[in-house]
Structures are given as structure tokens and as C-alpha cells.
């Protein structure tokens, strides 16, 4: 999408890397029968030149056939032009005239439930959105509902009607990914002036952990784990599918490096992660995670001077979570946990920042009971706490 979600990391799209020789070509390659092959003076008379007409298939083409019809172009709607009286300046026209286009992203459609069929796509590439419209490769465009969609894992569910869509992507398996097998990306680079664009490349790496910036608060919140591309990275491919040679989504494409000295260093989110955070937004909306209900700041962004006269931390203690703030119906504030707490274990594990122990408290579950070590007015100590479900920004 050619919005920009991540600060560190351009959440744009993949697209893919050409690499020459990845695949071997089975020939269909007529060279000299009269079928394929005309010969024609030019004007002169004196020179004979052969229009060869080639019917080339490989690998990457019949890979690209399975699940090409399915890919989508995902159009952002946004209303513009709207003053603080909720009024539009300049214009008497209806909520739908009033819609523009501001971005847009790929997808494809992954299942067909009766009158219903279902896209996959990137949570940045509809962020912000006040309509969605699906452009489909013939050219037809539908409007589409957000099933649901999550901020961690960048990943949004779409709703159409199923009428006249028989074509749907078929997931495959992450896990057996092998580095320097084919990868093929099918997305809109640029947007939908190149939608169905196909470009290949390998895959570079396997379970890469990215650092992400969400809020753009120029602060790394969460770490994503990726599969690693040699992929043309271009606005517009976000959401995606990265495919294997069996025409097999692997990977949903989601971000890359943001430098103008690095190419091809995209990611895509594995399909065996993306597929159980799909199947919950399609059931629930969105993705119930455990929380503590706490907000927080890393110990690191906290200078020495207030560690010493707030927190009154030992010098041994360098890293930790400070509590900002404890919401009052939340597990934290239900086992005594107070402002300028300081977190340094979670269920027996070390946290030294707000990433670490985000990734702590998703691995549990709702219900579990926990240990947390903190720190207060320089002392030690321990409280025992049940996760639970609870909405909010915090944790």
C-alpha cells in the first residue's frame, strides 16, 4: 500500500526478485515446422527472416496459474475534504461521491462459504478506511466488508459476495520451507495500473525476527517473524501472496528493509501464523489475546537520574519494564501492581523491555496463572496474577 505504516520498517509490499536460471523450461518450442514458423522477404527480397511464435511453460508459469485468478487489487476509500462540523468543504454530494481513493494493497481470495467469499490482505493496507472496493484481474470491482483485522501480526480479513468467484488460493506449508527454493510474488505494484503483476525470486531465510514500529513513535513495539525474500520490494504488493512452485501460498507479503542502499530484503508473514490469526478474525473479528492490563515504557527510555529518585532501582537492575499506568478493572491491578513498578520476570522468564514481554504474555493463555517479579521503592518482590482477556492498547 503506498501508505506508510512502519517507521523502520516501509510495511509496503513484496513483489518479487527476478532470478535467471531458477527453473528449467520445458520446451514446447517450434523451430522449424510449418505450424510455428513463417519466413518472409523483407522489402528488398534478398533477406529471409523467420517469425518464430513460442509456447513456453515452466515451473513458475503453471505455478502462477493456480492461483493467479485469485488475486485481488484492495482499494482504501477515505472520506476527504471534512471540516471539525462534519460537513465537506465545497460540496453537496453524497457519502459515496465523497470517497477517494488514497491507497492501495493486494490480496486474493482464500475461501468460498456460500454466498460469502473471503480475502486476505494486510491490516495497513485498509487501515483508516471508510470503504473498501476489490478490484478483480478482468477488471470488475465490488465493494467489500473488514471482517477483522490486527495491528500485531498486520493482517485483515474481507468479506464479498461470491457471485461469479470460482477461484480461490490454496495455503501450504511454511514449516517446509527450504532456503533457495522458487518464490513467486502476485500483487498490484504501484497500484492497479500493474495489478496481476508476477515476479519471482527464493527464498533468502526462514524465521526472521523483524522489529516493527506500529505507533511510529520512532520506538521498535513488537518483533514480527518473517519469511525473508531476494523480492523487488514496491508499494502496492502489501497483502499479496507470496507462492511456492507448487502455486501455494507460503507467505502473505508484508514489509521491507527501508533503505534506498539494500534491495531485495522483503519479508512475508509465514502462512502457518497467518492462517490461525485468518481463521480467528473470520470467526471473532479479531484476535483475543491475554492481557495484564498494564501500560508501559521500557526501563531504557527512562534516564539514570529518575531510575535513582523515582524508581530508586538497584545499579544492578539495566533492564525491565516500567508500569505507566494500571487499568482499574485489569489482572495487574488485581494483584497489587502500582505505577512506577518496574517488571523484570514474567512466569519465570526474564524481560528486559516491552517486546520481550509482550511475547511473553501472547504465549500464555487466558485463564493461566502467573509469576511477576518487579521491583518497588528499590526492593524485590513477587506477585501472582490470572491472564485474562481485556480490550485496550495496553497489555
Not at 41 to 61: H, K, L, P, W, Y
Not at 84 to 90: D, H, K, N, V
Not at 207 to 223: H, I, K, Q, Y
Not at 308 to 327: F, H, M, R, S, T
Request: a negative charge.
Amino acid at each position: 500500500m503506498k501508505k506508510n505504516v512502519y517507521k523502520i520498517l516501509l510495511a509496503l509490499s513484496l513483489s518479487g526478485a527476478v532470478l535467471a536460471g531458477c527453473d528449467t523450461i520445458d520446451s514446447n518450442i517450434g523451430t522449424n515446422n510449418e505450424e510455428n514458423v513463417e519466413e518472409k522477404a523483407n522489402e528488398e527480397g534478398d533477406v529471409q527472416i523467420s517469425e518464430i511464435r513460442v509456447d513456453v511453460t515452466s515451473d513458475i508459469t503453471d505455478a502462477v496459474k493456480e492461483v493467479d485468478e485469485s488475486v485481488v487489487s484492495i482499494i482504501n476509500m477515505q472520506k476527504v475534504g471534512q471540516n471539525p462540523y462534519g460537513w465537506y468543504e465545497g460540496s453537496q454530494q453524497s457519502d459515496e461521491e465523497q470517497l477517494q481513493q488514497v491507497g492501495t494493497g493486494s490480496g486474493a481470495v482464500y475461501k468460498i462459504d456460500g454466498d460469502t467469499a473471503y480475502i486476505f490482505t494486510n491490516n495497513h493496507v485498509v487501515d483508516g478506511s471508510d470503504a473498501i472496493e476489490v478490484l478483480f484481474k478482468d477488471g470488475s470491482r465490488v465493494e467489500a466488508s473488514i471482517v477483522g483485522a490486527d495491528l500485531w501480526t498486520d493482517l485483515a480479513v474481507l468479506s464479498i459476495d461470491s457471485k461469479d468467484i470460482s477461484a480461490t488460493a490454496e495455503f501450504g506449508d511454511s514449516e517446509n520451507l527450504t532456503v533457495g527454493e522458487p518464490a513467486i510474488a502476485i500483487g498490484s505494484p504501484l497500484g492497479t495500473n500493474f495489478a496481476s503483476s508476477v515476479t519471482s525470486g527464493i527464498i533468502s531465510a526462514t524465521g526472521r525476527t523483524v522489529p516493527v514500529d506500529t505507533n511510529m513513535d520512532d520506538e521498535n513495539d513488537w518483533e514480527m517473524t518473517a519469511i525473508q525474500t531476494d523480492a523487488a520490494i514496491n508499494p502496492g504488493n502489501s497483502g499479496g501472496p507470496l507462492i511456492n512452485i507448487a502455486g501455494q501460498v507460503v507467505g502473505i507479503n508484508s514489509m521491507k528493509i527501508s533503505s534506498s542502499s539494500i534491495e531485495g530484503m522483503g519479508f512475508a508473514i509465514p502462512s502457518n501464523d497467518a492462517v490461525d490469526i485468518i481463521s480467528q478474525l473470520e470467526k471473532n473479528g479479531e484476535v483475543i489475546r491475554p492481557v495484564i492490563g498494564v501500560s508501559m515504557v521500557d526501563l531504557s527510555l527512562v534516564s539514570p537520574q529518575q531510575q535513582e529518585a523515582i524508581l530508586n532501582l538497584p545499579e544492578d537492575v539495566k533492564g525491565g519494564i516500567v508500569i505507566a499506568e494500571v487499568q482499574s478493572d485489569g489482572s495487574a491491578a488485581e494483584a497489587g501492581l502500582e505505577t512506577n513498578d518496574v517488571i523484570v520476570s514474567f512466569d519465570g522468564e526474564e524481560v528486559a523491555n516491552g517486546i520481550e514481554l509482550r511475547k511473553e504474555i501472547y504465549d500464555t493463555e487466558i485463564g493461566n496463572e502467573v509469576e511477576i517479579e518487579f521491583y518497588r521503592d528499590g526492593e524485590l518482590q513477587k506477585a501472582r496474577l490470572t491472564m485474562r482477556s481485556t480490550a485496550g492498547e495496553t497489555i
